[in-house]
Every structure is written in C-alpha cells, then in structure tokens.
C-alpha cells in the first residue's frame, strides 16, 4: 500500500513564493515532483534521494525551485520562489518502483505511485 498526498497549492501573484508538501506512506527510497500545464504534457520538476539528499532538477526549476527532504518523517517539500504565469499547472508527487534507479526513472518519467495532485496558479 502506497499512499502519496499532496498540500500547500494555491493562487500567487507573479513574482510570489509557495511551499508544497508531500506526504507518503509508507517509506521511499526515491521520491519526485512533476507537473502538467493546461495543454501540456506531464513534465518533471525534480527528484531526491531520501537516503542522503541528492537532488536532480528540471533547468526551469533550478535557482527558483527547491526540492528536500520535510521536518516530519516521510515528507517531501518543494520551495518555489519566484513564480510566474508559466509555472501554473497541476503539481503531483510521485515514486517510483523501488527496483529502479532514482534518476534515471525520474528523467523517463517512470514514476507509477502518484498522488492526486495540487494546483498551482500564477497571475
């Protein structure tokens, strides 16, 4: 049983910051955001190892976005500053099979454990 939620969405001017929160349960080794923009298809934002914190990152998310690991145990947090009408778009936390390298899942998008999603918008 694999159960990922997702909170902290929500509307901000441009130029504004928001937090997002993922909870999971139960353990992960590899845990990722992703989004999906009206008329868009699905597309990674960035990917941590729990273990020890390495993070890979989407080139419009780096230097604005941040992903690490939560205060609270099995938790994921996505610090996005900076924000601007293009990053509007549904926000999902996901893992992978835990057979598969991190990394390379997260670049495929190979992601099969996915929450529900949380919306994000930017005007």
């Known amino acids: 049983h694999v159960q990922l939620v997702e909170s902290g969405g929500g509307s901000v001017q441009a130029g504004g910051s928001l937090r997002l929160t993922c909870e999971y349960n139960?353990?992960?080794?590899?845990m990722g955001w992703f989004r999906q923009a009206p008329g868009k298809q699905r597309e990674g934002v960035a990917g941590i190892l729990i273990g020890n914190g390495n993070t890979v990152s989407a080139d419009f998310a780096k230097y604005r976005f941040t992903i690490s690991r939560g205060n609270a145990k099995n938790t994921v947090d996505l610090q996005m500053n900076n924000l601007t009408p293009e990053d509007t778009g549904v926000y999902y936390c996901?893992?992978?099979?835990?057979?598969?390298?991190?990394?390379?899942?997260?670049?495929?998008?190979?992601?099969?454990?996915w929450g529900q999603g949380t919306q994000v918008t930017v005007s």
């Open positions: 139960p353990s992960r080794y590899c």
């Open positions: 996901a893992a992978p099979r835990p057979s598969v390298f991190c990394f390379n899942a997260w670049r495929k998008g190979n992601f099969d454990c």
